[in-house]
């Protein structure tokens, strides 16, 4: 699982990035598209910041639905991230999908994820 390459093409509050995910049997590659990066890094800060765990499943979805990423706790000290890319428009019922899951764990492996998606977005 790989996020990188962001740009700003129309220098606004846009902010694409490319996304390229591989596993056995798969890879996928998605330009991003979002608004000053709808959030995602905020987002995983705050899953960094819960390091004792959660109930359930936290989602974030980018601006056009071509990356969504769920996480779970297992309450052991250990975060499931699953990148799901969708295209060619991934806001479209039909379009194609592939996903991948990360295992990291809760404390050091997620603060540095925090820290790598921030500076990306800078």
Known sequence: ??????????????LDFLCEISDVGVTAAKVVRTLDGDSLASWVAEL????????????WKSLERE??????????GHVSLRFVVRGPRGYERD???ASACVN????EDMRHLAAEIAALFT
């Open 95 to 97: 379009a194609w999908e």
């Open 1 to 14: 699982m790989l996020l990188r390459a962001a740009e700003r093409p129309w220098n606004d509050d846009v």
């Open 67 to 76: 990356l969504r990423i769920d996480a779970t706790h297992d309450r052991r």
């Open 48 to 59: 960094a910041d819960s390091y004792p765990g959660w109930d359930g499943v936290r989602s």
């Open 104 to 107: 990291l764990d809760a404390g």
